[in-house]
């Protein structure tokens, strides 16, 4: 009857200072290890965005284990693009919108759960975003300082939090149409601010 | 990217949410991209410690097979599937000896004559060996552990029946439809009544004996009496298992599914 048992699938052999790539090909694989090593890589910093997002570090915490777990499950889905040896993005997909499911749930308990939109990394961005990408570097950061904490908010959950509109109208409880006017009115205040 | 990277200061601020937005923007941008700049996090490692350890309490849940999803899709319980689904494994080795045993009854029907009357014998008697290694003392080797369960008892005694009874009927179902004379539906069920009703008498037997003692006495008692009407020159001992014969089997077996009901009602 061993014959018919599972055979173990081989995993690839990693450690703590493994790249991400490798560490989800393991635990793709079943292998707990690679998954705790990823939990101590990361979850600080995504609680630490995280609770930018919402005040209340329950739901937080709520948030990041759902996002570990869905990382448990769904880790064979992680396709790196080509010489990125980082999960990062990928992971904050996942945490920001179980932390969105997360407040609906607690919200409307009686709303069924979100249909669940496919992780993609983001990072495909438009040019303007991809200049808004490098908030760090550069003048936009006192072009930012410029637009009213509304505009700010929605250029902030629609471009760094790569949400889609209808997430971002969740997370910042306004109706999709006015996040969609907020974020051109925001887009073209900036590009004012930076070609003048 | 160039040079800008978070200093140390700038990070515990953004960690203990004392940023204001555009730095905070900023140092997320930053940290989507940044590796070393996110170890600069400070890691609270009691926090970290406790996330791990209720993750690892779902992660090292051990993953359902495709019966227990099966089965608990069809809408039992969890605890009951993974019961169910599990048992087979109890009688590996009887599940083997059964897949033996019925091929050679295949193959003494397709080559010796009227070598069909030993699957006739044989068929009956298959599920009810399964049934006596279900339960009981000295066959279970968990049975001290597993009688103390509020599952033991009579409850246990059921599922895992079931669970020996699918198998079991489903291999004696597929060895009779590869019997030489098959030609009807009819042909590959003759046996089921008889068999359901052995295993419900030894059930209801096992009330006062072990039920390996029961299963044995029933299952002698019918190769004995199959034996000595072979013997007795009838030409037919498959006259037991004719249509009107069949009427008979039926009333046995409701009235020892009865009893055992009525004795599981009261107990």
């Known amino acids: 009857m061993k014959l018919f048992r599972r055979a173990h699938r081989r995993a690839p052999s990693y450690g703590p200072d493994s790249a991400d790539p490798a560490l989800l090909t393991a635990i793709a694989a079943g292998e707990a290890e690679a998954l705790e090593i990823l939990h101590r890589r990361h979850a600080p910093w995504l609680r630490a965005r995280l609770n930018y997002r919402c005040s209340d570090p329950d739901q937080v915490d709520a948030a990041l284990q759902e996002t570990f777990l869905a990382v448990w499950k769904n880790a064979g889905s992680f396709t790196p693009r080509p010489g990125d040896t980082d999960a990062g993005a990928w992971l904050w997909t996942i945490a920001i919108r179980q932390l969105i499911s997360q407040l609906r749930r607690r919200a409307n308990r009686w709303i069924s759960d979100i249909e669940a939109e496919p992780y993609e990394t983001i990072g495909d961005a438009s040019a303007e975003e991809t200049v808004l990408l490098n908030i760090e570097h550069g003048p936009l950061g006192t072009a930012l300082h410029s637009l009213s904490p509304e505009l700010r908010a929605a250029i902030q959950a629609t471009v760094l939090d790569g949400l889609t509109v209808r997430e971002a109208a969740r997370i910042l409880q306004i109706p999709e149409g006015t996040v969609k006017t907020r974020v051109m009115r925001a887009k073209a205040r900036l590009r004012e601010a930076l070609t003048s | 990217m160039s040079g800008w990277h978070l200093t140390p200061a700038q990070a515990h601020d953004y960690a203990a949410r004392r ?28 926090w970290l410690a406790d996330g791990w350890a209720s993750l690892r309490d779902v992660v090292d849940r051990p993953r359902r097979g495709p019966v227990e999803t099966l089965l608990s899709l069809a809408g039992l319980r969890a605890e009951t599937a993974k019961l169910l689904a599990a048992t087979p494994r109890l009688y590996q080795a009887w599940l083997g000896s059964t897949v033996v045993v019925l091929a050679a009854a295949l193959v003494a029907a397709h080559v ?42 009579q409850r246990l005694l059921f599922l895992r029946t079931c669970s020996v009874l699918v198998p079991a009927l489903l291999l004696c179902t597929g060895a009779a439809l590869l019997l030489p004379y098959t030609t009807s539906a009819w042909d590959a069920v003759f046996w089921l009544l008889p068999s359901l009703a052995l295993v419900a008498g030894s059930l209801l037997l096992g009330r006062w004996i072990h039920l390996s003692a029961a299963s044995g006495i029933v299952g002698a008692l019918w190769l004995a009496v199959l034996g000595l009407v072979s013997l007795s020159g009838q030409t037919v001992p498959v006259g037991v298992f004719a249509p009107a014969a069949q009427l008979w089997w039926g009333v046995l077996l409701s009235a020892l599914l009865g009893l055992l009901l009525l004795r599981a009602r009261t107990a």
């Open chain 2, 19 to 46: 940023s204001d937005e555009i730095t905070a923007m900023s140092v997320e941008a930053h940290l989507m991209h940044c590796a070393p700049c996110r170890t600069l996090m400070p890691a609270d490692e009691q």
């Open chain 2, 112 to 153: 010796m004559p009227r070598g069909s009357l030993m699957f006739v014998f044989l068929a009956p008697v298959v599920p009810l060996v399964g049934v006596a290694l279900a339960y009981g003392r000295g066959v279970d080797p968990a049975h001290t552990l597993a009688s103390v369960t509020p599952m033991a008892g």
